[in-house]
């Protein structure tokens, strides 16, 4: 069983940057994938990025590329969601997702099993 837990959500106003976290324990795999996605009132859940185990490499949706940045720290606990020059079409529930992989250059955006329960990034005009 794997645990995610996310923080770091809040209110920004215009053009701002928030830091989200995923911290993650549990039995994990030799080789996985974490996963950002986000949904907002009235969508569907949609992918925002994804980093391997060893941080190497890294997949990210085109809505956000370019403003977002995952990344993770040495210990590989936990993973970051850097978000800068943000809209208010980025506000949503953030949730961080885990994926066993064969190897560590598979970053997919989708089939993640074990998921955080959310934190709510709210960006005002």
């Known amino acids: 069983q794997v645990h995610l837990v996310e923080s770091g959500g809040g209110l920004v106003q215009g053009v701002g940057s928030l830091r989200l976290s995923c911290t993650v324990s549990g039995r994990t795999d030799i080789t996985y994938a974490v996963a950002w996605f986000r949904q907002a009132p009235g969508n569907e859940r949609e992918f925002v990025g994804a980093?391997?185990?060893?941080?190497?490499?890294?997949n990210y949706a085109d809505s956000v590329k370019g403003r977002f940045t995952i990344s993770r720290d040495n210990a590989k606990t936990t993973i970051y969601l850097q978000m800068n020059s943000l809209k208010p079409e980025d506000t949503a529930i953030y949730y961080c997702?885990?994926?066993?992989?064969?190897?560590?250059?598979?970053?997919?955006?989708?089939?993640?099993?074990?998921w955080g329960q959310g934190t709510q990034a709210t960006v005002s005009s």
């Open positions: 980093i391997s185990m060893s941080g190497t490499n890294t």
């Open positions: 997702a885990y994926k066993r992989t064969l190897t560590d250059t598979y970053v997919p955006a989708s089939g993640y099993a074990y």
